[in-house]
T-cell receptor, first 110, second 110 residues
C-alpha cells in the first residue's frame, strides 16, 4: 500500500524558532506537495517538488528522492504560521490524485 | 488567478435528505476531486473526474455519487444523508500536478 507518514503530529514553538516538519513515503513518486490549512480555512499548496529544494519567503521545502523523504522548514517562525501542514504525494500517472499524510498541527506562541 | 468555488460554506441537513454540493473551477482543468476531511483521519478521496461525464471512485465512495456534465462543474451528491456524513467537504482541481482547493463546505447532518 502506498503510504505517507508525517511527523510530528503536533508541534508547539515560540516565535522566532526554526521549525522542521518531516514526511516519508513508501514508493517512488512523481511529485510531492506541502499544503497549509489555517483554522477554519481552505487548503493552499505551498510547494510542489519533484527534486531538490524550493524557497518562498521564510519557507523552505526539500526532497530526497533516493531516501523517499521531504522536509518543510520555517525560519523565524511567527504566530501567523500557526496552521495544519500536510504532506501529499502524486504517484505516477494518477490524474493528479493525491495521497495525504495525517498533517502536523503547528502552534507558534508569541 | 486560479479559483475554485464551492456552493456553500456551511450546510445543515436532516437525516435522509438528498444533499447536493457543487464545485466550480474557472481554470479549464480536466481533473477534479471531492475529498472529505475528518479529525484524526485526515483527507480522504471520495470521487474524482478526469473529464466531462468521466468519474472514478476514490477511497470512500459509499453513500455518495457525483456528476460532471460540464468541465467547470463537479457535483457531489449524498443520496440519503446520514449522521456519519457530517464532515468538511473539499473540492479541488488539478493541472499538471498542481492542486487548487476550494474553501470547503462544513456539512452537519442531524
Amino acid at each position: 500500500k502506498n503510504e505517507v507518514e508525517q511527523s510530528p503530529q503536533n508541534l508547539t514553538a515560540q516565535e522566532g524558532e526554526f521549525i522542521t516538519i518531516n514526511c516519508s513515503y513508501s514508493v517512488g513518486i512523481s511529485a510531492l506537495h506541502w499544503l497549509q490549512q489555517h483554522p477554519g480555512g481552505g487548503i493552499v499548496s505551498l510547494f510542489m517538488l519533484s527534486s531538490g529544494k524550493k524557497k518562498h519567503g521564510r519557507l523552505i521545502a526539500t526532497i530526497n528522492i533516493q531516501e523517499k523523504h521531504s522536509s518543510l522548514h520555517i525560519t523565524a517562525s511567527h504566530p501567523r504560521d500557526s496552521a495544519v501542514y500536510i504532506c501529499a504525494v502524486l504517484w505516477g500517472t494518477s490524474y493528479g490524485k493525491l495521497t495525504f499524510g495525517q498533517g502536523t498541527i503547528l502552534t507558534v506562541h508569541p | 488567478d486560479v479559483k475554485v468555488t464551492q456552493s456553500s460554506r456551511y450546510l445543515v441537513k436532516r437525516t435522509g435528505e438528498k444533499v447536493f454540493l457543487e464545485c466550480v473551477q474557472d481554470m479549464d482543468h480536466e481533473n477534479m476531486f471531492w475529498y472529505r476531511q475528518d479529525p484524526g483521519l485526515g483527507l480522504r478521496l471520495i470521487y474524482f473526474s478526469y473529464d466531462v461525464k468521466m468519474k472514478e471512485k476514490g477511497d470512500i465512495p459509499e453513500g455518495y455519487s457525483v456528476s460532471r456534465e460540464k468541465k467547470e462543474r463537479f457535483s457531489l451528491i449524498l443520496e440519503s444523508a446520514s449522521t456519519n456524513q457530517t464532515s468538511m467537504y473539499l473540492c479541488a482541481s488539478s493541472f499538471r500536478g498542481g492542486q487548487y482547493f476550494g474553501p470547503g463546505t462544513r456539512l452537519l447532518v442531524l
